[in-house]
Structure formats: C-alpha cells, structure tokens
C-alpha cells in the first residue's frame, strides 16, 4: 500500500494550503480511518485531524476551527484544508492509515510570520 502526499509549501501566515493524500488500495481506503499527522522539528509527531470511512472527523484542539479533512472516495484520496495558517503550524505534514505502519513520504509546509 502506497500513500502519497503533496501540497505542502511556503505561505504567510493566514493564508491557505490544501494537502492531498492518495492511497493506492481502494480496500484500505474503504475500511480504514486516515489520518494527517504532523511534526515539527524538536518535537513529537502529532495527529491533526483523522476521518472515518463514513466521513466523521476529529481534529486536535489546536487545529479546530481551522483545518478541514475531507475524503473523495472516488479518487481515494485525502484532503487536508488548512486556512488561517500560523507559524506554529510549521511543520512536516504526514498522512497515515491509522492502526497501520503505512505513511506518506512526508510534505513540509512552511508558514512565514
């Protein structure tokens, strides 16, 4: 199973990037939640926003009311919506299949202040 992730980039802070995540096994992608994960340097990857194969979401406090993940079940892939960006938001951005060992390669989204 292959996930590949794109959409990073250098932004100023509140603008926008959309993140992508497309999975290679239309399987997996029906039965499994997918998650964003992040990490920034010096600190501990953390989950940003998951959502389930029937479309519910969870997005961690400091994301809420900013980033929106959406699933198109057609292209098997993941969206990750991110609005109102801040510096703190600076990281290298994941995508996973949760309960897995399957990543994405990793996208770096920079936010200049």
């Known amino acids: 199973v292959q996930l590949q992730a794109s959409g990073g980039g250098l932004v100023q802070a509140g603008g926008s990037l959309r993140l992508s995540c497309t999975i290679s096994?239309?399987?997996?992608?029906?039965?499994?939640?997918v998650g964003w994960y992040r990490q920034a340097p010096a600190k501990q990857r953390e989950r940003v926003a998951a959502?389930?194969?029937?479309?519910?979401?969870n997005y961690a406090d400091s994301v809420k009311e900013r980033f929106t993940i959406s699933r198109d079940n057609a292209k098997t892939t993941v969206y990750l919506q991110m609005n109102s960006l801040k510096p703190e938001d600076t990281a290298i951005y994941y995508c996973?299949?949760?309960?897995?060992?399957?990543w994405g390669q990793g996208t770096l989204v920079t936010v200049s202040s």
């Open positions: 096994s239309t399987y997996f992608f029906s039965i499994k939640s």
């Open positions: 996973n299949i949760i309960g897995s060992n399957f």
């Open positions: 959502i389930t194969p029937s479309g519910n979401t």
